[in-house]
């Protein structure tokens, strides 16, 4: 005999790499009753069915929701409002509705209004991700030590925020708890600027007269292939990002333009003394992310571990 | 009976990432009769000598160019010039002399006055690399499907050229020929500009009032831990890098920046559609950069690839 799943129902709004990991890790951990999974086109509805992850694959967002004790929208930030607005009327009483957008602020602003008291909102971001995105991109282990932040607003009850805890840290994640401006703020450095950074200068890169795109990729090995990666991920996803978090962004922006002309100054004048001691300096960061787990310490992140050999 | 090794005598002066896999690539390949290895600090042709890789170690650059057939600066660029004054009256005539700077233009311009026109001189640029250094760091399959870059002068042997690109193919390498100052635009934007931003960025974000330093590296998965180990290379070098090519990466400084500002100004006024056809665009360069075996499709590098199942 064993213990009753975590939820009852689980119901998926949409499927992407989130939501198809959230499914595929639920239903390995054995954390849900049924899983019942919706999306917008009927295209990946069908084909959810094929890959037999969901339990039942349905046609609407409020078919999903319906009697479910958590709803999870893994949906573009820029659809929750919406989609908020759909399923209000459906969801049972003392049901968890939550998310996993990028972005928090908005995200709390446009799907609050819509959702009945009776409901427990607490929106989630699992920072965790590739630069694959459809049905097929997902796979259970994806939040395997990654954090997975959660921003409840103040009044929010304790035992539903336990709950969602306790299903994050069942499939894998360390779970961290913080307010949703505080979220956008850490975010927008440790993410979004970075993705717009990598999108710009892979941008850059298509557009020289003087340099062929031909000749780009064939060097890319120097460094700008890692921009790339982050530049496939998925263009939906990250329009609404920029869209809602501009302000942070912006923000984060003016640091990082401020930064950028003094190394620029450094390296205009020739001064190899500035140039040094701020790259000694970013060593640093690099060896804390690798030992608190959050990289591999494999260089070149593991592309050529195989290869790695000692004579 | 087997052939003869290509090169009768091989010398490496320095021993970092690139000098280190040079020895290990060209022993395992059988490519010289003896390697003879040097580097600027007792500690490092300790640690050679410990390692058993080269044939001899020796203590200064002029004993380890005696002789030698092929001699490779394998260095930061701001010091060839100083080398090839040193090894100079010591090279034997039709030796080839090679390097393996990321800039071309700056080394050619300081090592061609000090050489004998007895040498041939080949400058060369392998486009491979790992955020590790020392010593200890190199592998012999560090090259396998990367680009080397030869950018000989004009009047340039043709034999002593062919030479050195079955040197380079024999240890795995493409071999492709420009001139310095078309080698250094295109690596400005595929090599050195990446490098910039990424140096900048993670000085940003360690510097931030709002976002401690422990977050970024806890929610670093979400984009920024991939800037982290481009900055973290090798200091010196990348100070001479930026300070020996730095016409090229003002250029590209100057488009990317352009650039910056026409997302940054969609994202302030909101405008969706121009941040989603430019995200849409940047997608289609790694694609080509996959297919052309330059990286992995493997999502996210290959880090959760032992997890990537299918349910």
Known sequence: MTAPPLFRRIALIGFGLIGGSIARAARAQGLAGEIVVTARSAKTRARVTELGIADRVVD???????????????IPVGACGAVAQEIASHLRPDAIVSDVGSVKGAVVREMTPYLPTSVHFVPAHPVAGTEHSGP??????????????????????IAAVDKLRAFWTAIGARVEIMTPQHHDLVL???????????????GTADELGEVTSSEVMK???????????IAASD????????????????????????????LTRAMRRGDGEALFEHFTRTRAIRRGIVEIGQDSAAPDFGRLQTGAKKP
């Open 60 to 74: 609407t967002n409020a078919e999903a929701a319906s009697d479910a004790d958590l709803v999870i929208l893994c």
């Open 188 to 202: 927008a450095i440790t993410s979004h600027l970075p993705h717009l950074i990598a999108y710009t200068i892979v």
């Open 235 to 262: 263009p939906t996803m990250w329009r609404d990002v920029f869209l809602a978090n501009k302000d942070a962004v912006l923000e984060m922006l003016g640091t990082f333009n401020e930064d950028l002309s003094k």
């Open 136 to 157: 097929d991109s997902g796979f259970a282990e994806l939040f395997i030590n990654r954090w997975c932040i959660l921003t409840p607003p103040d009044k929010t009850d």
């Open 219 to 229: 060097f890319s090995a120097g460094g700008f292939r890692d921009f790339t990666r």
